[in-house]
């Protein structure tokens, strides 16, 4: 009897731990649909416990196949099994076939992390979602469309940017076309304005703009598409009509979407006699002729003049104490200590005053930067010992110029 009680314990045991493991359910709503049209999808995920972070759950990406996930279409869920009730989450997603024809999408693999019911552990388990098949049916009666196109609706708009019927060689005329859709998204639409080859004529297309929007009911949108039209000879051109045939799903019907051509019409524009002509190119000739040599006069006789004062000013500036203090503050950039002190010893003396109480910073400073270069263990100085000279000499040119004449002092005799 006990042994045949342990057997019992150890068949049943596997059985419970089996049961316990994450589920992962698929479910089609329908195994066809009509190109451009959805399968709902919809994939479920059941712990017996509680899941700490959100599942990853798979793509499902396939050729000739769009994968959208529709709004809120993600919502937890409870359900008994086995009489007991275990938690989980519930996606939809939207399968569009492009084509007809058949599509299988292997497994999948979805991971999800659970707390174990036996260890209160938290566990990471990957799941095999079961292939998916399912396909593209053309609806009885719309098998000669090419494109197919099925939709609850479509439309084309027209509008011209210009005067068609009358152009004059050079001018232009702007075509757009806008195809509205509901029931489908806008991607399935081919391109709607056929290219254009005439002789005297050029076609200047832009890139399409497609929008698109998907609510609960559905997916809508549009495609956007203009051209250019530039008239290089006059003539006249026929711009050919735009048809769109496409399936009605509310009536089951072959339907076709139209907007008229129109005709580019393009004259010569009118000129003026050649003597007027050549009247008006000479007046401009003399005009344009007439400012060169004036300007030149100008600029013959202020250019020696302008060049003697900007030497002046140069010559002014390089004795000047802004250009002192500008060598300073370069010779510190430069880490020159040599070149810094010279520069310093000019400064003060185009500034017109020795050094004074407010320059024992600076003098402090240059002292610390002198030791560490020249002193008994040299080294190379701090960063901080540069930026505190600067400091230093910002502090004494400011206490030069706030000074007042009093106390400026005579100059040196011998600078």
């Known amino acids: ?6 057997l019992l314990l150890c068949l049943a045991f596997p059985m419970t731990a089996a049961a316990e493991q994450p589920i992962l359910r698929t479910e089609l709503k329908t195994s066809a649909a009509i190109p451009g049209q959805p399968i709902e999808l919809r994939v479920t995920i059941l712990v017996p416990t509680w899941m700490p972070q959100p599942p990853r759950f798979p793509s499902f990406e396939t050729p000739s196949v769009i994968v959208r996930l529709p709004i809120g279409g993600a919502r937890p869920i409870s ?39 036996q260890t209160r552990q938290p566990r990471t388990v990957e799941l095999l979602s079961s292939p ?22 479509l439309t084309l708009e027209q509008t011209l940017g210009g005067t068609a019927e009358s152009l004059e060689v050079g001018g232009a005329v702007t075509r757009r076309l806008i195809a509205r859709t509901e029931g489908v998204s806008p991607i399935f639409l081919p391109p709607l304005i056929p290219p254009l080859s005439a002789e005297g004529l050029s076609a200047y297309p832009k890139e399409p703009v497609v929008t698109e929007s998907e609510t609960e009911s559905g997916v809508s949108g549009s495609r956007a598409e203009s051209v250019t039209y530039l ?8 711009i050919p009509p735009v048809s769109l045939n496409w ?36 007046l401009w000739s003399f005009g344009i002729a007439l400012l060169a040599g004036l ?94 000279i600067g400091s230093a000499l910002s502090a004494a040119r400011q206490g030069k110029r706030d000074g007042s004449d009093e106390d400026r002092g005579l100059p040196f005799l011998n600078p």
């Open 295 to 388: 300007t030149g006069a100008v600029v013959w006789r202020i250019w020696p003049r302008l060049s003697a004062w900007r030497l002046e000013r140069r010559s002014s500036y390089l004795a000047s104490e802004a250009h002192a203090f500008a060598e300073i503050n370069e010779a510190l950039r430069a880490r020159h200590f040599d070149r810094t002190l010279r520069s310093i010893d000019l400064w003060r003396l185009r500034s017109h005053r020795p050094a004074a109480g407010e320059e024992e910073n600076l003098v402090r400073a240059l002292t610390e930067v002198g030791l560490a270069r020249y002193g008994r263990n040299p080294r190379r100085p701090a960063p901080e010992s540069w930026s505190t």
């Open 231 to 238: 008239v290089e000879a006059a003539g006249r051109y026929a």
């Open 247 to 282: 399936f009605n799903l509310r009536n089951q019907q072959v339907e076709t979407a139209r907007v008229e051509g129109f005709e580019i019409r393009a004259q010569v524009s009118a000129t003026r006699p050649a003597t007027r002509r050549w009247t008006g190119l000479l």
């Open 79 to 117: 359900e008994r099994v086995d009489g007991e009730t275990w938690s989980g989450v519930t996606r939809r997603y939207r399968l569009y076939p492009m084509t007809a024809g058949s599509f299988r999408i292997p497994p999948q693999t979805a991971t999800v992390a659970f707390v174990d019911p």
């Open 132 to 153: 998916l098949v399912f396909e593209g049916r053309v609806p009885q009666g719309a098998e000669t469309l090419v494109p197919f196109i099925a939709a609850d609706s």
């Open 1 to 6: 009897m006990r042994y045949l009680l342990l």
